[in-house]
């Protein structure tokens, strides 16, 4: 047995450092789970918490933060019927040109536009959020550790800064942002929007709908992957029972 | 050992063949080919490296055909397949989850090599045709990975092209000779998609040497020993194409769960996020298949002899057949050496587990003793072992231990 004693030996050595290894503490808090209408095999977007959402970035976030890669023809996922998704296309102007005479001009939405960004440009969106730069929100929930989790702790946890914590000048205390410091100030307040089917506006549920909102945009295709997959897995599942069967058959032929 | 060449009934086929017999080919490797009875379901491992990658290559040429490989373009092409493209998410989500998937199944066959000596002779040509391809695969992965262009795309070219840089003299010429510009750019990023393109049809050219390699000493088995005689084999087909079925059915499960289910659990949120050379992410992590070589390149403290252990760690394996003195390939009769090798496949995970985190505190030190681990297993044990150990007796033959001992697994 004394072959034995190297490796345990070195099994233990490995071990005793391991424990001794505690994960550095991050700084930032931890995010709690909420639950998710869309998480799960089986999970689809909530249409009321979806349509809730996009009223909330459109009245909210949309001072600041682009959406670039939504059309107004990809809002039809939230329930719109298309007459709807024409006349809210309609309420923008967008630009577009050169025309015949070589001059650009804005015209009313369509549905096959990208929502307009609120700012022309990333210099013109610094200069007015005093030097940082409003991410696109697209893909913000795929982009984050914790995704929708974190989205939502982030939108909900502005607090006053504790009396040891010195802030950034422009800065605002979220203990869930890189070092406890965010340049967006608190975005969501009570009764910030009237939604239109009379849920009442508190800040958890529009953080809830807003991130359920994001969540849908940086996967507009999560339903359809989850359906496929549900076939695909059943699909699956039979052939290897089958394939099983086949291959026991096969074999026995050779022991006979 | 043969089991009756290929003889067509059908006069085309026949006339065909005759002229160019790669139907008699065909039939050779995937029919009549003499296994040995006693495979495993570890030997499943070896075609389904050849699905994953032909999953590849499919679904690659496919994507090639939406995606954009210029640097202001790329992020929203990837975006435009993903949302715009009819099953777009499924073809890029089953690339992204199929390199993950090709590189399981290539360590696990390695490490099956490793376990029952599939490397020893006569198979040093086979197994360093095999360590060519998995050298092949780390290079096609890599530039892969930066395709899309988002941040981890961006720091992960811009980390592993400088290792270059640790090349005395020439280094830092080399390295903008890699990037075709004076930093990561969309010169990089170009030639990395036409490479990217191209080695895996080298590979696939490397695939037909390694079978046709493993086609002259015939497959190794779990008892390490050569067959004896025709009641040793059978052929291929019926019983290891239905066995392969079976193991790709089963593996199908695996990936279409990550595929549908778990899509970017794999991945770096990182990546959602377009290229930015202004701004480094805190901590820069590849895929996790280069996570132990990662930890290895980061536990020596001068770049260049990390650089130099990072790829001796795979170099070193073409001398293995060498460094190993046991004569007995299958662990199974070789006590001492079967601990060591689990030991290897745990020093390996965590390496992996050293590699996902950053290099600070107790993690520097784990790393150093890990990697340390991983040549001395490699450089002496290895080569004592095989000096040292008593195998156990071997069978008389694969038959009699078949037949004889339904134990056998």
């Known amino acids: 047995m004394t072959h034995k004693?190297?490796?345990?030996?070195?099994?233990?050595?490995?071990?005793?450092?391991?424990?001794?290894?505690?994960?550095?503490?991050?700084?930032?808090?931890?995010?709690?789970?909420?639950?998710?209408?869309?998480?799960?095999?089986?999970?689809?977007?909530?249409?009321?918490?979806?349509?809730?959402?996009?009223?909330?970035?459109?009245?909210?976030?949309?001072a600041c933060h682009d959406?670039?890669?939504?059309?107004?023809?990809?809002?039809?996922?939230?329930?719109?019927?298309?007459?709807?998704?024409?006349?809210?296309?309609?309420?923008?102007?967008?630009?577009?040109?050169?025309?015949?005479?070589?001059?650009?001009?804005?015209?009313?939405?369509?549905?096959?536009?990208?929502?307009?960004?609120?700012?022309?440009?990333?210099?013109?969106?610094?200069?007015?959020?005093g030097g940082a730069l409003p991410p696109d929100l697209s893909l913000i929930v795929k982009a984050r550790e914790g995704g929708e989790d974190y989205i939502y702790a982030l939108l909900t946890g502005y607090r006053d800064a504790p009396d040891d914590f010195t802030l950034g000048e422009g800065l605002n205390y979220n203990p869930y942002f890189t070092n406890s410091q965010i340049a967006m100030p608190q975005p969501l307040f009570e009764e910030a929007v009237e939604f239109a089917d009379g849920t009442g506006a508190s800040v958890e549920q529009m953080a809830h709908d807003v991130t359920t909102f994001l969540a849908w945009a940086a996967e507009p295709t999560l339903e359809a992957r989850k359906?496929?997959?549900?076939?695909?897995?059943?699909?699956l599942l039979i052939l290897v029972g089958l394939m099983y069967a086949v291959n026991r058959r096969v074999w026995k032929k050779l022991k006979q | 050992m043969s089991f009756g060449s290929f003889q067509p009934k059908n006069r085309f086929i026949k006339w065909f063949d005759g002229q160019l017999p790669i139907l008699s080919l065909m039939h050779g490797t995937v029919v009549s080919y003499p296994t040995p009875r006693n495979l495993n379901y570890w030997w499943n491992f070896g075609s389904l490296a050849g699905i994953f990658l032909t999953v590849q290559i499919i679904t690659g040429v496919i994507l090639a055909m939406h995606y954009t490989p210029e640097s202001t373009m790329a992020f929203d092409s990837v975006e435009h397949i993903m949302r715009d493209v009819n099953y777009g998410w499924l073809l890029r989500y089953m690339h992204a989850n199929g390199a993950s998937m090709f590189f399981l199944?290539?360590?696990?066959?390695?490490?099956?090599?490793?376990?029952?000596?599939?490397?020893?002779?006569?198979?040093?040509?086979?197994?360093?045709?095999?360590?060519?391809?998995?050298?092949?695969?780390?290079?096609?992965?890599?530039?892969?990975?930066?395709?899309?262009?988002?941040q981890m795309s961006f720091w992960a070219a811009k980390v592993i092209t400088n290792l270059f840089s640790a090349i005395p003299i020439v280094g830092e010429s080399v390295v903008r000779w890699l990037w075709g510009d004076f930093s990561v750019g969309n010169a990089t990023l170009n030639r990395f998609f036409s490479l990217h393109y191209l080695l895996p049809f080298l590979i696939v050219g490397v695939v037909i040497l390694h079978i046709w390699?493993?086609?002259?000493?015939?497959?190794?088995?779990?008892?390490?020993?050569?067959?004896?005689?025709?009641?040793?084999?059978?052929?291929?087909?019926?019983?290891?194409?239905?066995?392969?079925?079976?193991?790709?059915?089963?593996?199908?499960?695996?990936?279409?769960?990550?595929?549908?289910?778990?899509?970017?659990?794999?991945?770096?949120?990182?990546?959602?996020?377009?290229?930015?050379?202004?701004?480094?992410p805190p901590h820069i992590?590849?895929?996790?298949?280069?996570?132990?070589?990662?930890?290895?390149?980061?536990?020596?403290?001068?770049?260049?002899?990390?650089?130099?252990?990072?790829?001796?760690?795979?170099?070193?394996?073409?001398?293995?057949?060498?460094?190993?003195?046991?004569?007995?390939?299958?662990?199974?009769?070789?006590?001492?050496?079967?601990q060591f090798f689990w030991l290897l496949v745990i020093d390996a995970v965590v390496l992996g587990y050293v590699g996902a985190n950053p290099p600070e505190g107790a993690f520097?030190?784990?790393?150093?003793?890990?990697?340390?681990?991983y040549f001395l297993h490699f450089l002496v044990i290895v080569p004592i072992v095989g000096w040292l150990e008593k195998p156990k007796p071997l069978p008389e033959s694969i038959a009699s231990a078949v037949l004889g001992d339904k134990a056998e697994g």
């Open chain 2, 213 to 280: 390699a493993l086609h002259i000493p015939g497959s190794n088995n779990p008892l390490g020993i050569d067959a004896k005689g025709p009641q040793d084999k059978i052929p291929f087909h019926p019983y290891y194409t239905a066995k392969d079925l079976f193991g790709l059915s089963v593996i199908s499960v695996v990936f279409a769960f990550f595929i549908f289910y778990a899509p970017n659990s794999l991945g770096h949120p990182d990546n959602y996020i377009p290229a930015n050379p202004l701004a480094t």
């Open chain 2, 285 to 338: 992590v590849p895929e996790w298949y280069y996570l132990p070589f990662y930890a290895i390149l980061r536990a020596i403290p001068d770049k260049l002899f990390g650089v130099i252990a990072m790829f001796s760690s795979i170099l070193l394996l073409f001398a293995l057949p060498w460094l190993d003195t046991s004569k007995v390939r299958s662990a199974r009769f070789r006590p001492i050496y079967k």
């Open chain 1, 5 to 62: 004693n190297p490796c345990i030996a070195l099994l233990i050595a490995v071990a005793l450092v391991a424990v001794g290894m505690v994960p550095a503490l991050a700084e930032e808090a931890h995010p709690e789970k909420q639950d998710w209408s869309h998480q799960g095999p089986t999970g689809t977007f909530d249409r009321g918490a979806l349509q809730r959402g996009f009223q909330v970035y459109r009245e909210v976030c949309s």
């Open chain 1, 67 to 129: 959406l670039k890669y939504i059309t107004f023809r990809n809002l039809g996922d939230l329930g719109y019927s298309k007459a709807e998704i024409a006349a809210l296309a309609a309420e923008y102007e967008v630009a577009d040109g050169p025309n015949d005479d070589g001059d650009m001009f804005t015209r009313p939405g369509i549905p096959s536009d990208h929502i307009p960004s609120p700012f022309a440009n990333d210099n013109a969106a610094r200069a007015s959020n």
């Open chain 1, 227 to 235: 359906r496929l997959g549900f076939k695909v897995m059943i699909y």
């Open chain 2, 105 to 150: 199944v290539v360590y696990i066959h390695i490490f099956r090599g490793l376990y029952f000596g599939s490397y020893k002779a006569p198979r040093e040509v086979l197994w360093w045709l095999g360590l060519v391809i998995l050298l092949l695969m780390m290079a096609s992965g890599f530039m892969g990975y930066v395709l899309p262009w988002g």
């Open chain 2, 364 to 373: 520097i030190l784990i790393g150093r003793l890990a990697t340390t681990y």
